[in-house]
């Protein structure tokens, strides 16, 4: 049989564009995963996407399911034959039990000797039978991050399902799923065709299906549809005289916005660039998704000029392109007003009305949270500093401008628009941008030292504040942001311009907030809880940097107080494991066998700690192994002092064998009280040392 293509096309109404790119992930792994487990043999898989349809396309999906051949053991071959070789009852029994002749039956060696075999062929099933009952199971199974109940069924999609292609070659795969069945109709690029749904489209074959879309103005590729926004956009800009602006996560979404992307370009009054360049391309960006346009010769300035990307290309474009121009003219005129009423007041001016402004309820005003950011930035920088003081003073300010409030993207960027007008120093003004820093797509740091204090305590005044109020974080349940102001925080910390411990910066803050009379729960539950949510968001940032499971488990088991620290031991190990891994493994395995006596010895309430005593060592074995100890010390703190824990684990192997020798040699649970004490802190010794890494019993080997 002729392998064949795989098609699977859900329509739907317009979905949102943010729902596609992970819409589109799912369909590709619950496509593999199904045909996996239908044992259909396929080449590649593909997935494809607009606003109105999620595809899968498989090339060379085989017609049937592969068979399956199974061997089932029954008794042993001594019970099924008789010494002439002829079947006894039991291999006449199995056999029947089996649905086989006993003339069926093999024999095979095994490790527990030799036994009978059934062997059974379970033929496959035609794909189209199999597909029919897995392909709506495959649909059910996509999530979205809201979804919608339209028909009586109860299924949720992220859009109401209007139509479903479904084909293997040329034979439709018939299901049923939200009263859509499934068929060979598929439609082109709304308004085409003469019907607002689009051309109505009847696919002879699923091969057919790429090129008869694009006939009908629909190019479902969205990568494709992606590099031709960037190459029409920027032609757009450059027919202007102009480059085109185009971050990439507006060029994703502007892809997912449009079948069939046609660039055009809009202009606006040049009085509108006196404004300040961040609220322009906010209002073209964010609210009208233009492509701002830059002046070629000085990419600092902006043309007045913008793009925007039409579904297809109007019947009237200068209509289209007038109707683009009188919408954004009159958002640029809203934030001229808005401006020119902020401008006749002072920045500082507005920081005195943050009292009007709660910051979340029960727990005060910005103006609250400004004190408070005052006295915990001080006292992570470490000194008083009157340039921290005053950005801190004025780092929400802006939240009480008219320009804010009507446009929310602009929090700290006006903020540093206006303290730059008023005169502030360059440090204060960006520190008060930067103090929301970092942000998505980028995730840039702050610019100065200023900033990243500042950065540092918002994070940790909001999370102490909420936590101490139980508002944390269930489920997809997060109204605060609190996920994301813990793995902005764990970032700074990370960067931060000096060491700042984690456990401190949360004493400072729930201090501040018990002074001012703003906690609810003793500290202890509250400092208890937002560490390990901390735990939880760094442990998903080692892991976005390929760290293993059980490495990652063993680094935060140590601590992770300072978070830079945590990451240079965390890829130390990984390297180590990757470049080294048969070495890696045999140190590992000497390391917790001190870790694992110790822990045993704890359990039966033995002292680990002490010095040890030179004069009651006995054995040579423990002699050398503590001479060792003593040596490397010195040389093993001075690479952690300097953060080189490949260097640090690397000094710490030359142990193994001492190692190694002093178990095979030593009886640590000597029966002499004083012999045992002084054994167990030797190891003890070479444990601290350990634990300033990883706890090794956590890493497999």
């Not at 299924?155 to 139509?163: A, K, Q």
């Not at 479904?166 to 308004?191: C, H, K, M, N, Q």
């Not at 942001?481 to 910390?493: H, K, Q, S, V």
């Amino acid at each position: 049989m002729v392998p064949k293509t795989l098609l699977l096309e859900i329509g739907t109404e317009e979905m949102p564009a943010r729902f596609m790119l992970p819409a589109l992930e799912q369909l590709r792994d619950l496509v593999a995963k199904t045909l996996t487990e239908l044992r259909l043999q396929h080449g590649q898989i593909r997935t494809m996407g607009t606003p109105r349809r999620l595809v899968a396309i498989v090339s060379e999906v085989a017609e049937t399911q592969t068979p399956i051949v199974r061997e089932i053991r029954g008794p042993a071959k001594h019970i099924a034959f008789d010494p002439q070789g002829n079947p006894t009852k039991a291999a006449e029994g199995f056999a029947r039990s089996q649905g086989v002749s006993v003339q069926d039956l093999i024999v095979k060696a095994t490790e527990k000797g030799e036994f009978v075999f059934a062997v059974k062929r379970e033929e496959g099933q035609p794909a189209l039978e199999v597909l029919s009952e897995a392909l709506p199971q495959i649909i059910r199974s996509l999530s979205f991050p809201k979804t919608m109940r339209w028909e009586g069924s109860g299924l949720r999609f992220g859009r109401p399902i209007r139509w479903i292609v479904a084909l293997l070659g040329e034979d439709v795969i018939p299901f049923e799923i939200a009263g859509v069945r499934s068929d060979r109709v598929t439609y082109g690029r709304r308004f085409t065709g003469g019907q607002s749904i689009g051309k109505r489209i009847t696919l002879q074959n699923a091969d057919d299906y790429e090129k008869a879309l694009e006939d009908a103005h629909v190019i479902v590729d969205h990568e494709r549809r992606r590099e031709l926004v960037k190459l029409q956009v920027q032609e757009a800009a450059q027919s202007v005289g102009g480059v085109a602006v185009m971050p990439d996560e507006l060029v994703d979404e502007v892809t997912f916005l449009v079948e069939e992307p046609v660039a055009l370009v809009g202009h606006f009054d040049e009085r509108y660039l006196e404004l300040p360049s961040e609220v322009l391309v906010t209002v073209m960006q964010h609210h009208q998704r233009y492509f701002p346009v830059l002046r070629k010769d000085d990419q600092s300035k902006l043309l007045p000029h913008f793009v925007f990307v039409s579904n297809g290309m109007p019947k009237e474009p200068d209509l289209v392109r007038q109707g683009n121009e009188r919408v954004v003219t009159a958002r640029f005129e809203d934030a001229r007003f808005y401006f020119a009423e902020d401008r006749k007041h002072r920045l500082d001016e507005f920081a005195q009305k943050l009292s009007d402004i709660v910051f979340i309820e029960d727990l005060g005003t910005m103006a609250d949270k400004v004190e408070r950011l005052k006295r915990l930035a001080t006292n992570l920088y470490g000194s008083l500093s009157p340039t921290l003081l005053r950005a801190a003073e004025l780092c929400k300010a802006d939240l009480a401008t008219r320009l804010v409030n009507e446009f929310t993207e602009l929090q700290g960027v006006i903020g540093r628009v206006y303290a730059s007008l008023d005169g502030e120093p360059t440090e204060i003004a960006e520190a008060i941008e930067d103090h929301y820093k970092p942000l998505p797509p980028d995730f840039e740091m702050p610019r100065n030292e200023i900033g990243f204090w500042l950065a540092i305590a918002d994070r940790i005044d909001t999370l102490c504040a909420c936590f101490d109020r139980n508002l944390i974080p269930t489920g997809s349940h997060d109204p605060f942001g609190l996920r994301r102001a813990a793995t902005t925080l764990l970032m700074l910390l990370r960067n931060a311009p000096r060491k700042t411990s984690v456990k401190e910066s949360i004493v400072a803050a729930l201090k501040i907030l018990r002074e001012t009379g703003m906690t609810q729960r003793p500290q202890e539950e509250t400092e208890a809880q937002l560490l390990e949510f901390l735990r939880e968001r760094l442990d998903g940032l080692l892991e976005a940097e390929r760290i293993d499971h059980d490495l990652r488990q063993a680094v935060l088991a140590a601590g992770f107080d300072d978070v830079a620290e945590t990451f240079d031991r965390a890829q130390a190990l990984q390297k180590l494991r990757n470049e080294r891994t048969d070495w890696f493994n045999e140190t590992v395995v000497a390391f917790t066998r001190v870790t694992n006596i110790l822990a045993q010895a704890r359990q039966r309430g033995e002292t680990v700690d002490g010095d040890v005593d030179a004069e009651v060592l006995q054995v040579d074995a423990e002699k050398e192994l503590n001479e060792a100890v003593s040596e490397i010390a010195p040389t093993f703190a001075e690479h952690v002092r300097q953060r080189n824990f490949v260097a640090a684990f690397e000094t710490l192997a030359t142990l193994t064998p001492k190692i190694n020798r002093f178990f095979d040699e030593v009886l640590v649970m000597h029966e002499d009280e004083k012999i045992r004490r002084n054994r167990l802190a030797l190891l003890r010794k070479i444990e601290t040392m350990l634990l300033s890494i990883a706890d090794f019993r956590l890493v497999r080997t």
